[in-house]
């Protein structure tokens, strides 16, 4: 895995936004550091641009989602995809529940965006009680089929991530992957993650980049 490069700038420098970026009213800070310094990378999707983080290195876009856009977005994201979980990934689902469970005995997990469920029915194999909260249609459809196929018993729920209610302490582990896609992501690891633990419980999020 090739290393973070990480850029550091003198501090006049740090308050100011580079160029080709939105007005630092508008401009997203980095989900890492909170800087508004970026430099602007030429990848564009629906108006929206890619940007690297001068402070941490990290990529992100310029602005959040749009309430219902990660729905559009992932409406057929999982429709062709192949069901098959490679041994690469099914060992490092493997490491991150072997990470929590140096922590705690196996209980409820709720992982946000579960993606084919993969992850979820690594984590029933080895006795956590897990639910899934997918809000792509053809994910979903992908997880019936494998739940049929594998004969997993879990159940995941359809939804936006930023309309997800669970009642509080329901889940003694959370995990989130690709953290700083969803909209308003700052306020849901903070603020949903804590209800559905109840205050008591681990929480494991991934940062794609």
């Not at 007005?23 to 629906?46: A, G, H, N, Y």
């Not at 041994?87 to 469970?101: A, G, N, P, W």
């Not at 140096?102 to 084919?116: I, K």
Request: aromatic fraction near 8%; charge should be positive; glycine fraction near 10%.
């Amino acid at each position: 895995m090739t290393p973070m490069r990480r850029e550091l700038l003198p501090s006049a420098v740090m308050s100011a936004v580079v160029e080709g970026a939105p007005p630092r009213e508008q401009m997203v800070p980095c989900p890492i550091c909170s800087s508004r310094v970026t430099r602007r990378l030429d990848i564009t999707s629906k108006g929206s641009h890619l940007h690297r983080c001068l402070g941490c290195g990290i990529v992100h876009w310029d602005r959040p989602w749009r309430p219902g856009e990660a729905v559009e977005f992932y409406h057929d994201y999982y429709a062709n995809r192949s069901t098959e979980l490679s041994q690469v990934t099914e060992k490092r689902y493997h490491e991150i529940l072997q990470q929590l469970e140096r922590h705690q005995s196996p209980g409820s997990l709720l992982e946000v965006g579960c993606g084919m469920g993969h992850l979820l029915g690594v984590a029933e194999a080895r006795g956590w009680r897990p639910v899934g909260l997918e809000v792509s249609s053809s994910g979903r459809k992908q997880i019936e089929c494998l739940k049929a196929q594998q004969g997993w018993t879990f159940q995941v729920q359809e939804g936006d991530v930023m309309c997800a209610e669970f009642p509080a302490g329901s889940f003694s582990a959370f995990r989130k992957p690709h953290v700083y896609r969803s909209p308003g992501w700052q306020q849901f690891n903070t603020t949903s993650s804590e209800n559905a633990l109840g205050g008591h419980g681990f929480v494991n999020l991934r940062i794609p980049n």
